[in-house]
T-cell receptor, first 114, second 112 residues
Framework: DTEVTQTPKHLVMGMTNKKSLKCEQH?????MYWYKQKAKKPPELMFV???????INESVPSRFSPECPNSSLLNLHLHALQPEDSALYLC?????????????FGSGTRLTVV | LAKTTQPISMDSYEGQEVNITCSHN???????ITWYQQFPSQGPRFIIQ???TKVTNEVASLFIPADRKSSTLSLPRVSLSDTAVYYC?????????????FGAGTRLFVKA
């Protein structure tokens, strides 16, 4: 298995809702990442987990809460989001917290906040 | 973290070789250079990575001069399906750990 699987593919949520995005990989990678991508912009790093521990938080608002229950699974819990949080949310993984031989990305969750 | 600069867009024709250059003047000693391809509504796909000199794989070549302040992604004989955004990333250790930041990307449009 050489894929990163993200679910759901599409999500519409209200500003008072609580939802979660899920990311799974079975490549034995020990680093996992959340990125946010707005239309026609590059992906922006949000969080990095290394060996199931939060390594980097790029000053992301607390309405986004990451969780890494085990080495294969990464969640992003969403609460009280704003319409400007609508974006493509990408998960990635790598062997360790380094770039060699690069990240494997999932196809993303398209999030719309109404 | 080293900032990267790429052309915003490029046009090419099928069968041509395309070279996309990325500038990273502040690259650090332990930084790697990585290129990704992204199609609309998909996650980026790893193309190639290098540290210095030349790296080649089945889809591309990466040329890195001795001073490492720039790099060039070379795509041989492009096809219509190579129309995508290409990102150059430079990543290395920093106080918070190891991370890489995407640059603005180059939109490549391949015409028939």
């Amino acid at each position: 298995d050489t894929e990163v699987t993200q679910t759901p593919k599409h999500l519409v949520m209200g500003m008072t809702n609580k939802k979660s995005l899920k990311c799974e990989q079975h490549m034995g990678h020990r680093a996992m990442y959340w990125y946010k991508q707005k239309a026609k912009k590059p992906p922006e790093l949000m969080f990095v987990y290394s060996y199931e521990k939060l390594s980097i938080n790029e000053s992301v608002p607390s309405r986004f809460s990451p969780e890494c229950p085990n080495s294969s699974l990464l969640n992003l819990h969403l609460h009280a989001l704003q319409p400007e949080d609508s974006a493509l949310y990408l998960c990635a993984s790598s062997q360790t917290q380094g770039t060699s031989p690069g990240y494997t990305f999932g196809s993303g969750t398209r999030l719309t906040v109404v | 973290l080293a900032k990267t600069t790429q052309p915003i867009s490029m046009d090419s024709y099928e069968g041509q070789e395309v070279n996309i250059t990325c500038s990273h003047n502040n690259i650090a000693t332990n930084d790697y250079i990585t290129w990704y391809q992204q199609f609309p509504s998909q996650g980026p796909r790893f193309i190639i990575q290098g540290y210095k000199t030349k790296v080649t794989n089945e889809v591309a070549s990466l040329f890195i001069p001795a001073d490492r302040k720039s790099s060039t992604l070379s795509l041989p004989r492009v096809s219509l399906s190579d129309t995508a955004v290409y990102y150059c990333l430079v990543g290395g250790l920093n106080t918070g750990g190891f991370k890489t930041i995407f640059g603005a990307g180059t939109r490549l449009f391949v015409k028939a």
